[in-house]
């Protein structure tokens, strides 16, 4: 099976910034390729709302309500997604997903807790 791990979620001010990670291992400590590397979040009350991905090769998609202020990256090596947020909102606080697809298969994560203040 493969796991992924979400971290960095944290308490930051309205406008702060905040820099996501996703690192992704296997069971027996291999793991295949991943493709398409998305992160979504669900605000408290809400939907699952999918707010960027990655390709394996490096091309990018964001939300329009993160476009200009979210970065989406990815380490193929390290076997890491990578999502740089700043200047954030209040209304963005949520729990932050990332989600993989190995072989095929689709992996989510536990989430990280995101809440920004304002």
């Known amino acids: 099976q493969v796991q992924l791990v979400e971290s960095g979620g944290d308490l930051v001010q309205a406008g702060g910034s905040l820099r996501l990670s996703c690192t992704a291992s296997?069971?027996?400590?291999?793991?295949?390729?991943?493709?398409?590397m998305p992160w979504h979040r669900q605000a408290p009350g809400k939907q699952l709302e999918w707010v960027a991905e990655i390709t394996t090769f490096g091309d990018t998609n964001y939300a329009d309500s993160v476009k200009g202020r979210f970065t989406i990256s990815r380490d193929n090596v390290r076997k890491m997604g990578y999502l740089q947020m700043n200047t954030l909102k209040p209304e963005e606080t949520g729990v932050y997903y990332c989600r993989a697809t190995v072989d095929g298969w689709d992996y989510w994560g536990q989430g990280t807790q995101v809440t920004v203040s304002a």
């Open positions: 296997g069971s027996s400590g291999i793991i295949g390729t991943i493709s398409a």
